[in-house]
Each structure stands twice: as C-alpha cells, then as structure tokens.
C-alpha cells in the first residue's frame, strides 16, 4: 500500500511533532493496494457494484414509467382514488430512481482537493432526497386524496381495466422487484434472511429500490383490495380508504429509508462482526504489544475507512515496524477489500520511535 503521507520503500515513516494542542491524530496513513492482487480482486470486480446498482435502477425506471402512465389512464377513465394513487406512487417512483442515478454517477467521481475521500457519500445524500420525495409526494399525496375522496366518492365504474392494469403493474414491479433482491443477496450474509441483508447493505441505490419496490408490490394488493370489496359490498368508500392506506404505507417506507440513508451519511461503521474479525486480525500480528480502539466508516459502497490505535512492541526497529504495517495491510486487503483507506494513529507509531 501506498502511504498518503510519505514513508514509501526505503524513507522511515516518522511521527508528527506534538502540537501545542496535543498530539497529531495521525501521523501515518495508508491507502489500500492499487494493484488487483493485493486488493483480493480484480477491476472487474470493482467495477461489479456500479453497474449492479445501475442495472437495479434502469429497470425500475422501465418498470414505473410505464406503469404510472397507465394507472393515470385507467384512474381517469375509473375514478378510482386508490387507482390515482398507485399512479402517484408510480410516478414518484420514476423520479426518485432518476435522482438516484443522478446519486450514483456523482459518487463515482475522483477525489479531489476539497474532496479528498472521493465523493462515494453523493449516493446517501440522493437517497435521504428520494426519502423525502417518497413522504411528501407519494405518501402525503395519496393519502390527501383519499381523505378528499372520502368526502365524496365517485360512483362505482366497471373494475375491469384496474384489474388488469394493476396485474400488469404487478408483473413489472414483480420483476424490478427481483433485480433488487437479486443483488442484496450478492452481499447476503449465509442464514441471513433479506430483511437483515437490506439492513446490512452499504448500496443505498440498490436498497432503496427494493425497499419501494416491496411498498409498490403490496400497494398493488391494497389497491386491488379496496377496489375488490367496493363492489363487492357495493360501497364506494372502500376505494379512497384503500388510498389512505396505501399513502401511510408510503410514509412506513420513507421512514425507513431515511432512517438507513441518514445512518450512512452521518458514519456509519462496519457492523460487529466485521469489526471483531479485525480484532481478531491485529492480534495475530506479533509485533503488536496492545491494540486500542479500530474505528470505521463508510464512505460509499465499497469504501470504507479504518483508523487503527495500536502499540507496537518497543524493541522494535523501525525497518521491523515497516513489515508489520505491511502485513497488516496485505491481511485486510485479503479479508476485507472494502477497506480502502488504512490509518495508524499517532500513539502507534510514537512508540516505535521511543
């Protein structure tokens, strides 16, 4: 690996002066392999997850856009509150897989002067936006028709066009639905199921689009529901009640998703699995006489950032100390490719140097 502050092959890495407000946090930092076979993965690989998440919203975009066109065709025909509203819902969609396209291509941009950790954070901050957009728009809008159809439902139509458009709509959901789960389950821990898969996923392209889509697929059942009993008990309050539930269905995902989102974009680390396996790692290095805190955190999918308090043993020398980073680094390059940014902190290094 290649230390960001220079102490490369045959310059000793040196420990910052203290300041007059403490000692320097950290003196020596180290950016994960460059090349493929250090990492543990090939470019290929790498560039796996971008195109995932991509193909994850490509086919929702095809799948809402041209849904929502025909729920808003059958709902005007109809009069159907609950049929408004899964168009609404649709259309919603559509924009919000846009913003996290939008999302998606800015977090791939490199690392700049103001940006030095890249920008793979962009994704998080679109995410907690389609939130939002999920709460206000889809949400609060279908539920507000369904208050307003209440106060004066529409009389009865024939159900046949809602029935069909709402079972097309299902077989196209269906299938973005299954391109999301798909690609949660490449990151699916064994025995996990896939709600524990969607809390564990750093992509928020790909969970988001599989968190509406779920909301999408059981609003569909909702709709044809409340569409299902109107005429079954010839009442046509059962359609704008389906509306409202439909709406607070919306607003049960939005809080979701912004609960998620907003867990990543604060600093999210890795989970306590991951970080006992790093434990786990420092102690097999010999060179070590104590380890402190292993701290992380996630700046994008796939990028994750380690700062590591750790005593190397004081008999050392410094060329020693070299070897043991370097071994430190290759282990969790192997183990933990995710882990592209590798930092000691200031202690570690000072006590080599005492």
């Known amino acids: 690996m290649a230390q960001e502050q220079q102490a490369g092959a045959g310059q000793q ?167 999301s789960r798909k690609s949660l389950n490449t990151t699916r821990a064994p025995g996990s199921s896939l709600w524990q898969a969607f809390r564990a996923s750093k992509d928020a392209s790909v969970f988001t689009v599989f968190i509406e889509d779920t909301a999408a697929l059981l609003g569909i059942v909702v709709a044809a529901a409340g569409i299902a009993l109107g005429h079954w008990f010839d009442n046509p309050y059962f359609d704008p009640a389906a509306s409202i539930v439909i709406g607070l269905l919306l607003v049960g995902a939005a809080v979701t998703l912004a609960r998620e989102t907003g867990e990543l974009l604060v600093g999210e680390g890795v989970n306590r699995e991951q970080l006992a396996q790093l434990h786990t790692l420092f102690e097999q290095e010999p060179a070590l006489e104590s380890i402190g805190k292993l701290r992380t955190m996630q700046l994008g999918p796939g990028d994750v950032l380690l700062a590591a308090s750790v005593r190397f043993r004081r008999e050392l020398r410094m060329p020693e100390v070299e070897q043991a980073i370097a071994r430190l680094e290759n282990a969790i390059a192997a183990s933990h490719p995710d882990i592209k940014h590798l930092y000691f902190e200031s202690e570690a290094l000072r006590s080599a140097l005492r």
Request: proline content about 8%; cysteine-free; aromatic content about 8%.
């Open 13 to 179: 890495p040196r420990a910052l002066p203290e300041h007059a407000n403490g000692p320097a946090d950290l003196p020596a930092a180290r950016q994960a392999p460059s090349s493929p076979a250090a990492a543990g993965t090939t470019p290929a690989a790498d560039d796996a997850a971008p195109s995932d998440s991509r193909k994850v919203i490509y086919a929702a975009i095809a799948a809402n856009l041209g849904i929502a066109i025909s729920k808003f065709v059958v709902a005007a025909v109809t009069g159907s509150a609950a049929m408004l509203a899964e168009g609404i819902h649709s259309a919603v969609d559509t924009g919000n897989e846009l913003l996290l396209l939008i999302g998606e291509r800015m977090s791939t941009r490199a690392p700049d002067r103001r940006h030095p950790f890249g920008y793979g954070k962009s994704v998080y901050f679109w995410a907690l936006i389609v939130a939002l957009s999920v709460f206000s728009l889809g949400g609060g809008l279908s539920i507000y028709h369904g208050i307003e159809a209440l106060q004066a439902p529409p009389p009865l139509e024939d159900p046949t066009w809602n029935y069909v458009v709402l079972a097309a709509a299902a077989l196209f959901e269906g299938y973005s639905w299954n391109v």
